[in-house]
């Protein structure tokens, strides 16, 4: 059977005014979608209810049958976060950070240091992985928040602009973990302004002031199941 998508129809999200409306996506196992719009449009609030960290004021978010809210904001174990703000412990070392997701899914130390250690040189940071966080530099933290993701295999990814710190290179190497990812059969959905995740992205959903706008990229050869859900997303497949 084939992974699961995660499927969100007709999102609301209101604080003291509306910050999501009428949003309906479907990102796809095994595909990267990309999720722009301008400062201020909604991306991270989209990521946040896909997640489960937060309940849509209206709507539904469904993955593999039930709801990605579970009524305290925990995100269900299905889904890890890269978050914008990275989230990480400054007090403990690179390392710790990235074993601390396995710990708290369970995994003994020794497993969960190897595979931290494995994650590490993933986004070519091993050297830092004694360092403490609060000594890294912006870019190098960004880094160890992707390890920390990347390193659980969650069947969901959802990054929030995890290579808005990077250099060109670095940014490439995030992209490439992006893809191997999705190649694992992940839903993977990356909240950006970078053109060029864009463009190394299989889909792309644009939010402009909470609505799905017209996506930039080409639709020819879209995934058929795309019109049943958004009118925002264009496909490069
Ligand atoms: N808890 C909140 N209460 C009220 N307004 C909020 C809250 N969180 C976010 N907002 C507002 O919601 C809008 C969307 O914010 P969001 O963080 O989703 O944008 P974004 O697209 O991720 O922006 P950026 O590219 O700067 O990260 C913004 O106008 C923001 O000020
Ligand atoms: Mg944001």
Not at 176 to 197: F, I, W, Y
């Amino acid at each position: 059977m084939s992974a699961p998508d995660l499927v969100l129809r007709d999102i609301t999200y209101e604080r003291d005014r509306l910050l999501l409306s009428g949003v309906s996506v479907m990102f796809p196992a095994g595909l990267v979608t990309a999720v722009s719009g301008p400062s201020g449009s909604g991306k991270t609030t989209l990521l946040s209810v896909a997640g489960g960290l937060i309940c849509p004021t209206s709507g539904t978010t469904d993955y593999a049958g039930a709801s990605m809210w579970q009524g305290d904001g925990d995100p269900p174990a299905e889904v890890v976060f890269v978050l914008q703000v990275y989230g990480l412990v400054p007090v403990l070392s690179a390392r710790e950070n990235v074993a601390l997701a396995l710990r708290a899914r369970g995994v003994r130390v020794s497993e969960a240091d190897d595979r931290a250690e494995s994650a590490l040189e993933r986004f070519d940071i091993a050297d830092l992985g004694e360092r403490q966080v609060e000594e890294l530099s912006g870019g190098q933290m960004q880094r160890v928040a992707c390890a920390r993701a990347f390193v659980v295999a969650a069947p969901v990814l959802l990054a929030d602009e995890p290579t808005s710190e990077l250099d060109e290179r670095n940014r490439d190497v995030v992209l490439r973990e992006l893809r191997v990812e999705a190649a694992r059969g992940a839903v993977v959905v990356v909240a950006t302004h970078d053109p060029a995740v864009v463009e190394a992205s299989d889909r792309h959903v644009v939010i402009d002031e909470g609505h799905l706008a017209p996506a930039h990229v080409p639709t020819a050869g879209a995934d058929p199941r795309d019109g049943r859900w958004s009118d925002g997303v264009g496909s490069r497949r």
